[in-house]
């Protein structure tokens, strides 16, 4: 697949020491290079692989469901809420048993039942015997699988490439989605068009292939010291606890979950808006949405270097803000005619995704250096579980107030607000005051009981304060 630009990291923040993966620090090395050691790329390779794949399942799927099933709009509600449904009732549990185990066996299994999975839709509709139940469990079962492999990698590069590496290794992922999402639905369609909507599913069942072979000659991240012994139920609860009482965690999840229930609010109604309002065709809007790619890389390419000038906290809580400011171009566009209208979505849109690529790229790196390895899998499944289960309401939410006197117009200008207020749990907490990651790897240790979780996760004003 094509790499996203080949951008020149900017260096990571400098140790004080051995990073968490035993290696001292290497000046003389570039960003890229000293990541190219530590075998991340290899992860790079497979992870790129499937979530280009995944863009032709996310297109092909309702297209099986619709052209081959001939599916009632009921039916097609079902299939869009599958997966989110699996995240909603395994999301805790994952967490527990990622961090009971080693990591790269868990991506692995993820990756091997995935492929099984969505190769029963091409054989199903060779031999006849295409269900709607069938789609279903497949995306119910895919949607708690993508999960687990993305909860297990979310603890596993720390692992891998240190601490002080963890902002360029999280650029390059993001920079990887930011191209996945532009070409990934071209490529779809492409495939779509040549084999048939139940056929171009092949190409994702592949791409799992390519991640477990790339992941294959990676070291194995066993769990943190104690992790395994805790009983499930009181791990799950850690977990919740953990996230619920650290004074960076959890304002970090208040904001992602805010941000999450309003951007679903604005996107359920923006399609309808941009093709029914503005008049924009298909072809235009995909135009428009690679704005969002291009500027998606600048935000990968240089989230760290304006991270280490401003301050990690700072640069967050704008990157939380500039979105909902972003959105008010969208409705503002209906006041004027093309093509006035589609630059302001064009901006809108290239605004939108820059400062989203920055702030995933921060907020996981803030929580891969600040919370223990023993507990990555269990907060990384509980700020989930939050901030995606919200999406269905903000989606239902977003239909039923259009569907009022207010309109599409109003509805997005109300999305757009709500969106921008979302920076206010950050502002207003210890997130802004965080200068830097800490150049010392977080204690490994089980939290097991609520002061210990403040000291070791940064709770205390020791910790997140920089001038303490």
């Known amino acids: 697949m094509p790499s996203p630009a080949e951008p020149e990291l900017p260096p990571s923040p400098p140790a004080h020491g051995p990073d968490a993966s035993g290696e001292p620090p290497v000046p003389s090395r570039t960003a890229r290079q000293d990541l190219a050691a530590t075998g991340f790329f290899r992860l790079w390779t497979g992870e790129s692989a499937s979530l280009i794949g995944s863009q032709v399942t996310l297109f092909a799927l309702p297209l099986v469901a619709v052209l081959v099933l001939d599916a009632n709009a009921w ?143 990676l070291p194995k991240a066993p769990p943190g010291e104690g992790a395994s012994e805790e009983p499930h139920f009181r791990a799950i609860v850690a977990g919740f606890t953990l996230v619920l009482r650290d004074r960076v965690q959890r304002p970090m999840m208040l904001a992602a979950t805010h941000f999450n229930l309003f951007t679903a609010m604005f996107f359920a109604v923006y399609m309808l808006y941009l093709v029914k309002v503005l008049g924009f065709s298909p072809l235009m809007i995909g135009l428009l949405n690679v704005a969002g790619g291009v500027t998606g890389l600048l935000g990968a390419w240089i989230s760290s270097r304006v991270a280490e000038r401003f301050g990690y906290g700072a640069v967050l809580t704008v990157a939380y803000a500039v979105p909902g400011a972003a959105a008010v171009l969208v409705p503002a566009a209906q006041l004027f005619r093309e093509p006035l209208s589609a630059v302001l979505v064009g901006a809108s849109t290239a605004l939108w995704s820059f400062s989203v690529i920055v702030n995933l790229i921060l907020s996981e790196t803030i929580k891969q250096a600040l919370v223990p390895s023993a507990m990555l899998g269990r907060v990384t499944s509980v700020i989930r579980v939050a901030s995606w289960g919200v999406e269905p309401v903000g989606s239902l939410l977003g239909g039923a107030i259009a569907s009022t006197a207010l309109g599409l117009q109003h509805t997005l200008v109300l999305a757009a607000a709500g969106v921008f207020t979302s920076m206010l749990w950050t502002l207003f907490s210890q997130v802004r005051s965080l200068r830097s990651i800490p150049a010392e790897p977080a204690d490994d240790e089980t939290v097991k009981t609520p002061d210990r979780s403040e000291e070791q996760c940064g709770l205390t004003e020791r910790a997140t304060d920089p001038n303490r």
């Open 75 to 217: 039916e097609m509600g079902l299939l869009g809420a599958a997966g989110s449904l699996a995240v909603l009732l395994f999301g805790p549990s994952i967490g527990a048993w990622v961090d009971g185990m080693d990591r790269r066996t868990a991506m692995q299994a993820a990756n091997v039942l995935r492929c099984v999975l969505l190769l029963s839709v091409p054989a199903a509709y060779l031999l006849d015997s295409l269900h709607l139940w069938l789609l279903l469990l497949v995306t119910f079962a895919v949607g708690g699988l993508s999960l687990l492999f993305d909860t297990a990698m979310a603890g596993y590069v720390p692992t891998l490439v240190g601490r002080r590496r963890l902002v360029g290794a999280n650029s390059w992922m993001q920079s990887t989605i930011s191209v996945s999402d532009t070409v990934g639905p071209g490529l779809a369609g492409a495939l779509v068009q040549v084999l048939g909507a139940p056929l171009a599913i092949l190409a994702d069942a592949f791409s799992y292939l390519v991640s477990m072979v790339a992941l294959r000659r």
